[in-house]
């Protein structure tokens, strides 16, 4: 019943900035936590950061936190990953997720999930 989309991936330069795109359709409350994790090749699905949809709270991982930035725009229901001063090892599919149970690091507490985009930072 929720649909995500995730958008704006490419290939960038270590030390360049993308901004990702998560288009959110269907029934949510802003009380949902709005998840972004990221998958390399090889390695487990990772937590990223997160966000409530009021923007309420958010959380990240420390290998971003300070150079990764969630924020929303409620009126196209879109959340953002701002992400600044990318390194190599920032390569990975990136997902975003919604959480009814709210700001969480565990991935099985999101039960809806976008399709992913890639992100891929080269030295």
């Known amino acids: 019943q929720v649909y995500l989309v995730e958008s704006g991936g490419g290939l960038v330069r270590t030390g360049d900035s993308l901004r990702l795109s998560c288009a959110i359709s269907g029934l949510t409350f802003v009380t949902f936590g709005t998840g972004w994790f990221r998958q390399a090749p090889g390695k487990e699905r990772e937590f990223v950061g997160a966000?409530?949809?009021?923007?309420?709270?958010?959380d990240y991982v420390d290998s971003v936190k300070g150079r990764f930035t969630i924020s929303r725009d409620s009126a196209k229901n879109t959340v953002y990953l701002q992400m600044n001063n990318l390194k190599p090892e920032d390569t990975a599919v990136y997902y975003c997720?919604?959480?009814?149970?709210?700001?969480?690091?565990?991935?099985?507490?999101?039960?809806?999930w976008g399709q992913g985009t890639q992100v891929t930072v080269s030295s």
């Open positions: 997720a919604i959480s009814p149970s709210g700001v969480k690091r565990d991935d099985t507490l999101y039960k809806y």
């Open positions: 966000m409530r949809l009021d923007g309420g709270r958010t």
